[in-house]
């Protein structure tokens, strides 16, 4: 029976396909699926939104994070502070000192360390965690404190011995 039943629908498949429900049988079903399907629609439209979402923001924060330099420990980042101030008040107190001539020729060491100091920086920044270039770094900044204490050294031995030859001419 359900052979033949299956041949006589696919004899008069035209007739059934041309067949349309009646509105109120399309009526009857919205009012039955209405009910289950107003939750659904729109949890999945939240889930959409909340997925959309949550990708911009990490696709946001990876870019930023591979865009910044590698971040330097607090313990440095202090000491690098440190060093830098002292250099820069060294700098300031030797240039009080000098004519321009004499600062520019007294400072080159200091300015070829301080074009050392930007190259350990930018091999930090591809090394990312590498300690030995942390500690050339401040070495680095240890060696430039270190001549520019020099440096001021012996322009008090010069301002001293010029202050004894005053002294020593108008007795």
């Known amino acids: 029976m359900g052979d ?12 059934f396909d041309d067949a349309t429900p009646s509105e109120n049988a399309w009526n009857a079903i919205d009012q039955k699926l209405g009910k289950k399907r107003s939750i659904w ?16 923001y990490l696709m946001v924060e990876k870019a930023t994070t591979n865009d910044e330099e590698p971040l ?7 000491a690098e502070d440190y060093y830098v101030g002292l250099i820069s008040l060294r700098r300031k107190e030797i240039k009080a000192q000098l004519t321009p001539e004499e600062h520019e020729q007294f400072l ?23 300690d030995r270039v942390m ?26 011995q010029n202050n004894e030859n005053d002294i020593s001419i108008e007795i």
């Open 108 to 130: 080159v060491e200091i300015d070829q360390l301080d074009s050392m100091y930007e190259e350990l920086k930018r091999t930090y920044q591809t090394n990312a965690s590498n």
């Open 72 to 78: 330097l420990s607090e313990e440095f980042t202090q």
């Open 4 to 15: 033949q039943f299956e041949k006589f629908i696919i004899d008069n498949r035209e007739a």
């Open 135 to 160: 500690d050339a770094m401040i070495s680095n900044l240890q060696l430039r404190l270190e001549i520019l204490n020099k440096q001021l050294d012996i322009l008090q031995n010069i301002k001293n």
């Open 41 to 56: 629609p729109n949890m999945w439209k939240v889930a959409a939104v909340l997925f959309m979402v949550s990708t911009v």
